[in-house]
């Protein structure tokens, strides 16, 4: 029997999905298209979520983001999602 390919270095093999209400989720917008953030940057508190899980941000049933978390470094992660419906933060 063939071994299973060894995952990607980083990245968890048994992913897991950090839910978040966009009221409680703070990011910075690092790409945008039509005003809508496609990578985030926010703070990571779980010790327990890692490259590979998913971010998953609501608005009750309504999905605004969904996206792979690629990169978490010194507290702070960085999560995709090309089809994003998550406005980008207004700095006033």
């Known amino acids: 029997m063939p071994e299973a390919p060894e995952p990607e270095q980083g990245l968890n093999p ?3 999905t950090l839910v978040i209400e966009t009221k409680d989720f703070h990011f910075t917008s690092i790409e945008q298209t ?3 953030a496609t990578v985030v940057r926010f703070q990571i508190m779980n010790p327990f ?3 590979g899980d998913v971010l998953l941000v609501l608005t009750g049933p309504d ?3 969904h996206g792979l978390i690629r990169l978490i ?3 702070w992660a960085l999560a995709t999602d090309s089809h994003s419906l998550l406005p980008i933060p207004i700095v006033n």
């Open 14 to 16: 048994n992913s897991k």
């Open 34 to 36: 039509n005003g809508l």
């Open 49 to 51: 979520i890692k490259p």
């Open 63 to 65: 999905v605004h983001f």
């Open 73 to 75: 470094e010194d507290g």
